[in-house]
């Protein structure tokens, strides 16, 4: 068994993250799931979320969502339709798109269309995401 996993994060446009870790935490769309060297196989989507990985004692985070995760002979590949840094997020716009799905949500929005709720929501746990990972400004 290896001592360390292999974690490449990417997106269509880049290779986001790298690196070889210890561990690796997911935002699976059924819940955040942890690896570790050894991990069994495993194939899974992505929700909205942090993915929180460690190498020593030191602990970094990238705010991602959609895509597919697989766990393989110790290696974690993230194919993410979304995945930014703390070093790639605007924070003023994170927290203005954050009030506009909370607005959104409120039934304060600028027109009197109907409100597609799980589209605001959606909108709301990404901004809240980007919010959370820009704070930990790594």
């Given amino acids: 068994m290896a001592e360390r ?19 690796v935490v997911v935002p699976g769309s059924q819940g955040y799931f942890g690896v570790l060297p050894g991990h069994a196989p495993l194939l899974a989507t992505l929700g909205i979320g942090e993915v929180t990985y460690r190498v020593g004692r030191d602990e970094y985070h990238v705010a991602a969502s959609g895509g597919f995760a697989e766990v393989r002979n110790d290696k974690v590949i993230i194919l993410a339709d979304v995945a930014e840094t703390p070093a790639d997020i ?6 203005r798109a954050r009030d506009r799905a909370e607005g ?4 304060r929005a600028a027109s009197q269309e109907e409100i597609d709720y799980t589209r605001a929501m959606c909108a709301l746990a990404r901004a809240l995401t980007r919010i959370q990972v820009a704070s930990r400004g790594q």
């Fill in 5 to 23: 996993l292999t974690l490449e994060l990417a997106t269509p446009a880049r290779l986001v993250v790298s690196a070889e870790v210890d561990e």
């Fill in 104 to 107: 959104r949500l409120a039934g």
């Fill in 90 to 95: 605007d924070r003023a716009r994170a927290e």
